[in-house]
């Protein structure tokens, strides 16, 4: 997995792509999303498009990332979910704790 | 042994996560040569990091001295895979239910949940010489 970052209207925008099942990689995604936390940026969107799988580990960060924030009266949310990682959601039952959007311009949008 | 050792359709790794992605490589070049769709590839590639992961983890507590196998097999209808560690085994049924409420927000504890709900079948062998997971997924 790599990643990439940018930021759009004060919103930290993540992009990981590959897979990402624990690891080197997935440290890498970890320590992208503490690093923005730890910046104060507090408005994060993961743009799970080019992820084309994750397991629990990616899960795992998915949800440290999103209690640190909101710990800390920030948000963290998803964007382009792909089927496989829908069906993660779905069966962890993670959809009812994430809010997911089908582009970034709408997941930017629900910050403002 | 430092590296990744392949015999046919066997792969014996150090039990450290460096080589998590050795394993995919090798997995999915397998199971893409048996012209499995690329759903059940990833689905059984999941299961098999989940179970990669919990033996460096929890079986060999990230000592890189011992060495886990993962062994591909296949008839008409199924792949077989066995995820073989060298640790002290565990009780399957002591796993904490993922789905709970007070569960829910927890950033571990759902790997063996994920396997089961991805795969067909799933059969624990702890022994003590170790814990044997083979997993099947059908392929029809």
């Known amino acids: 997995m790599n990643l990439t970052d940018r930021e759009q209207d004060g919103v930290v925008i993540i992009e990981p792509k590959g897979k990402i099942m624990g690891g080197p990689d997935a440290s890498l995604l970890h320590d992208k999303l503490y690093e923005f936390i730890e910046q104060n940026k507090k408005k994060v969107i993961i743009d799970l498009s080019r992820v084309d799988w994750m397991n629990s580990t990616g899960l795992g960060i998915l949800i440290s990332g999103y209690t640190t924030l909101r710990n800390n009266d920030g948000e963290l949310k998803l964007a382009n979910v792909t089927e496989k990682i829908q069906s993660l959601l779905t069966i962890t039952k993670l959809v009812t704790v994430f809010e997911a959007y089908d582009s970034i311009d709408d997941a930017i949008k629900s910050f403002h | ?140």
Do not use: C, W
């Open chain 2, 1 to 140: 042994m430092d590296k990744p050792i392949i015999t046919g359709n066997t792969m014996i790794i150090p039990s450290n996560q460096e080589f998590l992605a050795d394993v995919d490589v090798f997995l999915e070049g397998v199971l893409r040569g048996y012209g499995i769709d690329e759903s059940r590839v990833a689905d059984i590639a999941i299961s098999v990091s989940e179970l990669v992961n919990n033996a460096i983890h929890h079986a060999h507590h990230k000592d890189t001295k011992k060495t886990i196998s993962i062994k591909i097999n296949r008839d008409k209808e199924n792949v077989i895979i066995n995820i073989s560690d060298q640790g002290t085994g565990f009780n399957p049924e002591d796993i904490n239910d993922p789905l709970a409420e007070e569960n829910l927000l927890k950033d571990t504890g759902r790997g063996l949940f994920i396997v089961k709900s991805l795969m067909d079948k799933v059969d624990f062998e702890i022994t003590d010489q170790g814990t044997s997971v083979t997993i099947t997924k059908s392929i029809k």
